[in-house]
């Protein structure tokens, strides 16, 4: 399975990256790629959010692309949040002991 990446900014100004989709080792570097572009063309940005709905696999590779994620939004004053993870994102969050790492945002209505 494929990951797709949309990115939008949302009314706080903050980039956000709709993931949908498989994050694993073969789409890790997709990630990476994205969110060091989006974190780039929005300097300054007021954060960087992970929309994490629509990830139906996840795996530890998923895990350490979204912790490098958070590293880069750290390193470029950038807040970092997740929104609306899947089940299954939630869960391996919850195992790896991160669940509770960034914070955690609804879905917008």
Do not use: C, N, Y
């Not at 100004?13 to 790629?33: E, F, I, M």
């Not at 929005?42 to 990830?55: H, I, M």
């Not at 950038?78 to 969050?93: E, G, I």
């Amino acid at each position: 399975m494929d990951l797709s990446i949309s990115e939008e900014t949302d009314d706080a100004h903050r980039r956000v990256l709709r993931l949908v989709g498989a994050l694993d080792l073969a789409s890790r570097d997709l990630l990476l790629d994205a969110a060091a572009k989006a974190l780039a063309a929005s300097r300054p940005t007021t954060g960087l959010v992970l929309d994490l709905a629509g990830v139906s696999f996840f795996d530890s590779s998923g895990v350490g692309a979204v912790v490098q994620v958070a590293r880069d939004a750290e390193d470029a004053d950038a807040a970092f949040a997740l929104q609306a993870p899947s089940q299954r994102v939630t869960r391996v969050l919850e195992v790896s002991g991160l669940l509770d790492a960034w914070p955690i945002e609804d879905a917008p209505v």
